[in-house]
């Protein structure tokens, strides 16, 4: 069974718009990671955030993070048609353990 | 790029048959997993193994079995394969102990067809 969720599935938007897409767990977790894929090909990791930290940012990307309601977000700003991808949350146990669960991710189109 | 290779890229098997995945981590990384990514579904974790040994394994049959040699390369072995096995295999490779790193490195994955 998959640990994330995220939403909405299906995403369309503008180049240049926002994207925000959203990810729900179920169990505590120690960090949660947010992958990129591209037309079936490998994961590309985009950011970590740890279970004690609330936000992060790495170049257009936010991600924050609620413990309390086991839930992320995912946004990306002014989009670009490069953006258009695949994109799953993964959830982290504990500190020794590598395994990540995955969502069955968001897939988002960024129309020219 | 991230370093971690997978052969071969596509694969085509009848069932019944048995297949063997690789990898090859990224350089200086001791752990990798291994991963089933049916189509339109997210990764599905299938075994991890760290220094050589299994260190957790998912919902999957016995006959999904691993191997991590020395060098910190891996194979992936599906015995007995039935059409469900058609999928994306990804290995992904990250560095446990001291100076660990628990972002995964992923593979560009070996897409399996069973017929």
């Known amino acids: 069974s998959q640990q994330g969720e995220e939403d909405p599935q299906a995403l369309s938007i503008q180049e240049g718009e926002n994207a925000t897409m959203n990810c729900s767990y179920k169990t505590s977790i120690n960090n949660l990671q947010w992958y990129r894929q591209n037309s079936g090909r490998g994961l590309v990791h985009l950011i970590l955030?740890?279970?004690?930290?609330r936000e992060k940012h790495s170049g257009r990307l936010r991600v924050t993070l609620d413990t309390s309601k086991k839930s992320s977000s995912l946004l990306i700003t002014a989009s670009r048609a490069a953006d258009t991808a695949s994109y799953f949350c993964a959830t982290a146990g504990h500190s020794n353990d590598y395994k990540l669960s995955f969502g069955a991710g968001t897939t988002v189109t960024v129309r020219a | 790029e991230t370093g971690v290779t997978q052969s071969p890229t596509h694969l085509i098997k009848t069932r019944g048959q048995q297949v063997t995945l690789r990898c090859s981590s990224q350089?200086?990384?001791?752990?990798v997993s291994w991963y089933q990514q049916a189509l339109g579904q997210g990764p599905q974790f299938i075994f991890q193994y760290y220094r050589e040994e299994e260190n957790g394994r998912g919902n999957f049959p016995p006959r999904f079995s691993g191997l991590q040699f020395p060098n910190y390369s891996s194979e992936l072995n599906v015995n007995a394969l039935e059409l469900d096995d058609s999928a994306l295999y990804l290995c992904?490779?990250?560095?446990?102990?001291?100076?660990?790193?628990?972002?995964?490195?992923f593979g560009p994955g070996t897409r399996l067809l069973v017929l």
């Open positions: 992904a490779s990250s560095l446990a102990g001291v100076s660990r790193v628990e972002t995964q490195y």
């Open positions: 955030i740890r279970s004690n930290e």
């Open positions: 350089s200086g990384h001791n752990t």
